[in-house]
């Protein structure tokens, strides 16, 4: 018998934003230098962090993904107006505060070309960050998969079955085309 695992939705957003910062530190190599970085009101960044002498900002959406498109915009408006002070904060000499910083943005979904309009608009570097959150409120598991920029979610009529049903190793659970795109529709939302 095969175990199928149901995506968990959390909306402990610190406990989102841990379990996302250890996957940067152990699977990435980054290093954390502040969490929840300025205000809703401002601009916040959710992690601010440092990888190969780089400033990155990273956005985690837990709700709305509009509202943490936006969110990750003003943040980056506030972490310039104030890069010289950070600088002086955090930096040091391995970190490069003159250069624009890397927007990470993670999400468990990204609505239509998101990503490709993001980036073909935008002067400054961004990362996409697919996650996924499975187990139990007290003992979650991460899984995150990095994005090509131009790599958004495919409409789910344009969706491989077969590959999918091959790459997450179900191909004998008996899942129906209708069970699994039921399943992509509602992790999506």
């Avoid at 610190?14 to 152990?26: D, G, K, M, S």
């Avoid at 990362?127 to 495919?154: C, H, I, M, T």
């Amino acid at each position: 018998m095969t175990r199928i695992l149901k995506p968990l939705h959390m909306t402990d957003q610190e406990q989102v934003t841990r379990i996302c910062a250890h996957y940067f530190v152990a699977e990435r190599g980054f290093e954390i230098l502040e969490y929840h970085l300025g205000n809703l009101y401002t601009g916040s960044v959710d992690l601010l962090a440092a990888y190969e002498g780089r400033i990155y900002l990273i956005f985690i959406n837990t709700a709305n993904f509009s509202d943490t498109l936006v969110r990750s915009l003003t943040g980056y408006q506030r972490f310039m107006q104030n890069r010289e002070f950070l600088a002086r904060a955090y930096g040091g000499e391995h970190l490069d505060f003159t250069r624009h910083p890397v927007l990470a943005i993670l999400s468990p979904s990204f609505p239509g070309d998101t990503a490709l309009v993001v980036q073909e608009t935008l002067r400054i570097p961004v990362e996409w960050y697919r996650y996924l959150l499975f187990g139990s409120q007290s003992n979650p598991e991460l899984f995150v998969e990095a994005l090509d920029r131009e790599k958004a979610d495919p409409p789910l009529e344009e969706v491989d079955l077969g590959a999918l049903r091959t790459n997450l190793h179900i191909e004998h659970a008996g899942l129906s085309d209708e069970d699994i795109l039921d399943f992509l529709e509602k992790i999506r939302a």
